[in-house]
């Protein structure tokens, strides 16, 4: 079981900056593909960015493609989101999950087996 807690939320106004960090307990998350997904109010979930378990191989979803970083801390057991030029549209929960990294990347949720509880994130025009 991979126990997975996000943080680093908050309020924020345009095109300032957030990190969220994707902290694991229990067990390490060295053998596991991590990704970020963001749910808008009353939309669905959609993906954001996802890093290979070597962090070599990351990938982003359009909307944040040039914004938003994704790294992975090994010491730390720990993957962050670099949140960069924010806009309100980026408001709304944030979740990381994890998966087995078998060699591919992954962009669906339905991929993903763990899931934290998800951190807020407010941008203010």
């Known amino acids: 079981q991979v126990h997975l807690v996000e943080s680093g939320g908050g309020l924020v106004q345009a095109g300032g900056s957030l990190r969220l960090s994707c902290a694991a307990s229990e067990r390490t998350i060295s053998g596991y593909a991590v990704g970020w997904f963001h749910q808008a109010p009353g939309k669905e979930r959609e993906f954001v960015a996802t890093v290979s378990r070597s962090g070599g191989r990351t990938y982003y979803g359009d909307s944040v493609e040039g914004r938003f970083t994704i790294s992975r801390d090994s010491a730390h057991n720990t993957v962050h989101l670099q949140m960069n030029s924010l806009k309100p549209e980026d408001t709304g929960v944030y979740y990381c999950?994890?998966?087995?990294?078998?060699?591919?990347?992954?962009?669906?949720?339905?991929?993903?087996?763990?899931w934290g509880q998800g951190t807020q994130v407010t941008v203010s025009s």
């Open positions: 999950a994890a998966t087995v990294d078998a060699g591919n990347l992954y962009w669906y949720t339905f991929e993903y087996e763990y």
